[in-house]
């Protein structure tokens, strides 16, 4: 019975998020070499999703690059990026 209470309140807790449109990580679908660059370009704001979820398996589009190449750059000019 604790597990189905414990799953309960994960779905509970996604439906809120989701609710709330609050960055959901797919952690899962990031490999372990890649975790800690995945990690720290969404804590710098690099990357922030689409304010559902994220998709690191997804295609990439040039638009997409160049929102992230300028997210970076700002930051790195105003001593935001922490290495």
């Known amino acids: 019975m604790s597990q189905y209470n ?7 807790e996604l439906e809120v998020q989701l609710k709330l449109k609050v960055n959901i990580r797919s952690e899962s679908l990031v490999e372990a070499s890649h975790k800690v660059p995945w990690d720290w370009v969404i804590k710098e ?39």
């Open 6 to 12: 414990e799953l309960l309140g994960k779905i509970n």
């Open 45 to 83: 704001g690099i990357i922030k999703g689409d304010g559902k979820s994220m998709n690191p398996t997804g295609a990439l589009t040039r638009q997409q690059m160049a929102t992230m190449i300028k997210r970076y750059l700002i930051n790195l000019l105003l001593n935001r990026i922490h290495i």
